[in-house]
């Protein structure tokens, strides 16, 4: 099993969830953060003044799949998530060594 975690812009979280349901994947988390990468933030002028917004928003898709699906997923985040313009985001798989369902008890793949 594997954890894919996909920061992505925003406007794009609706077509990567779709894109990733269409897959076969269910089981999503979502959180709104903000960061920044090579872009570095943005200038920005508020009532006459500039200033630097360091962060910006970015979404977080996360879900655990099997390894079978981690290609297909990553290419169908990659699609679904690309503007050709900076700050698109990055996409990172990491290993899950154990899955447990509460309510059952499930384990590992029969878990997510």
Known sequence: MKKIEAIIKPFKLDDVIEALTELGIEGVSVSEIRGFGRQKGRTEI??????VVDFLPKVKVETVIPDELVEPALETIKKAAYTGKIGDGKIFVLPVEAALRIRTGDRDESAI
């Open 46 to 51: 508020y009532k006459g003044a500039e200033y």
